[in-house]
């Protein structure tokens, strides 16, 4: 799967329209928050393409626990390895 230039809705769609048809390409993915909604309507063309081409569509949401709400950066990645969701840890 192949990352798609989501920010740049036509950036987006150039990369479908361009690779789209390789071989190996089996479909597309999203992997970044993005400054429009997916559902956005500057999207619509990029999903017809992938639509017509029979290619999937994925996206990957950022992992729980990744945002840094501590100073402390050790405190920060002990939450990633071991705090259960939802907890956090105090300094």
């Known amino acids: 799967m192949l990352y798609i ?3 740049d809705p ?6 479908v329209k ?4 390789k071989k190996g390409v089996v479909g597309f993915m999203v992997t970044s928050p993005r400054y429009k909604p ?9 999903y017809a393409l992938l639509e017509e081409m029979g290619k999937p569509i994925a996206f990957h949401a950022p992992t729980i626990g990744t945002t840094n709400r ?3 950066p050790t405190a920060s990645s002990r939450c990633m390895r071991s705090a259960p969701c939802g907890s956090t840890w105090s300094t």
């Open 70 to 72: 501590s100073r402390s």
């Open 38 to 46: 997916v559902h956005d309507n500057a999207y619509v063309k990029t």
């Open 18 to 21: 361009d690779f789209g048809d």
């Open 10 to 15: 036509e950036a987006a769609y150039k990369t």
């Open 5 to 7: 230039p989501f920010n």
